[in-house]
């Protein structure tokens, strides 16, 4: 009886192991699926610009001025 409660434990505790490494590769390759599609994708000047205005990386008077010139730009 001791023998049978033991491997019992130890099936429990195997499948156990199993689901979560299942679950956490599951969620690491969506993750970086999802970042390989979008990183393929290469990005607009415009968007460029609006990410860093977002980020805080320039000021509106920058984004403005930098959005003037790629307006400027597109057109010659």
Do not use: H
């Amino acid at each position: 009886m001791g023998l049978g409660m033991w491997g019992s434990m130890l099936l429990f505790w195997a499948v156990l192991i199993a689901v979560a490494v299942f679950i956490v590769r599951f969620l690491f390759q969506s993750n970086a699926s999802s970042k390989c599609n979008v990183a393929d994708a290469p990005l607009s000047a415009q968007q460029i610009l609006e990410q860093r205005y977002a980020r805080g990386e320039i000021t509106q008077e920058q984004f403005r001025t930098i959005q003037k010139d790629l307006e400027e730009t597109r057109f010659q």
